[in-house]
């Protein structure tokens, strides 16, 4: 039977962290953690959206099943933009990494942010837009959700009022399919 030695032990012990971090920023096992929360933050969307559909059509909903969706979304939201931060400081923007799919988990992440969360991390998204990593549709989204959450119309007509199929208020409509041209958008009247 071999016996470690105590230093052996302790100088593994010290080494560990260090190797972990290293391990973290690999291109697949990061890729991988951007697809798990990718698919943590989607997971209950859809019944939620349902949900909400159902209520503005004054259907009859689960007003617990409701409450409950809405904690849990509300526990991933945060648990993801703590990730982020944290996968951010250590390994940077996802870039192009796993075709652009993580650089697409960040940008949904920031997106179900709160106002505070996205302006924090705009110029982040704004830089990887222009380098190709985020597509302008996409873009034209957080540009919208920013401006209706800070009281103010959007630009592209891709926000709608909470928990409504109405439209959010939108600046200078005579130019809005212009607008949603520039950055990719089918015309207003196809939405």
Not at 82 to 92: P, T
Not at 102 to 115: E, G, K
Not at 127 to 155: C, H, M, T, Y
Not at 177 to 183: C, E, G, P, Q, V
């Amino acid at each position: 039977m071999k016996i470690v030695s105590p230093c052996a032990l302790v100088l593994a012990s010290l080494l560990l962290p260090i190797f972990a971090h290293a391990d973290e920023c690999e291109k697949t096992a990061l890729a991988r953690k951007y697809a798990q929360m990718h698919s943590e933050d989607q997971a209950l969307r859809g019944r939620y959206i349902k949900i909400l559909e159902s209520e503005h059509r004054k259907q009859t909903i689960d007003p617990n099943e409701k409450e409950q969706l809405e904690i849990k979304i509300s526990d991933i939201d945060e648990a993801n933009q703590r990730e982020l931060d944290r996968l951010l400081a250590k390994c940077g923007w996802p870039g192009k990494l796993d075709g652009k799919r993580a650089a697409f988990s960040a940008f949904i992440i920031i997106q179900h942010a709160p106002l505070d969360y996205q302006l924090k991390h705009f110029d982040f998204v704004k830089a990887a837009n222009e380098r190709g990593e985020i597509p302008s549709n996409k873009f034209a989204w957080l540009v919208d959700r920013i401006l209706v959450k800070q009281g103010k119309p959007q630009l592209y007509g891709t926000e709608f009022e909470y928990g409504s199929n109405r439209v959010a208020p939108i600046a200078d409509p005579d130019n809005l399919n212009a607008r949603r041209k520039k950055m990719g958008l089918p015309p207003f009247s196809e939405h």
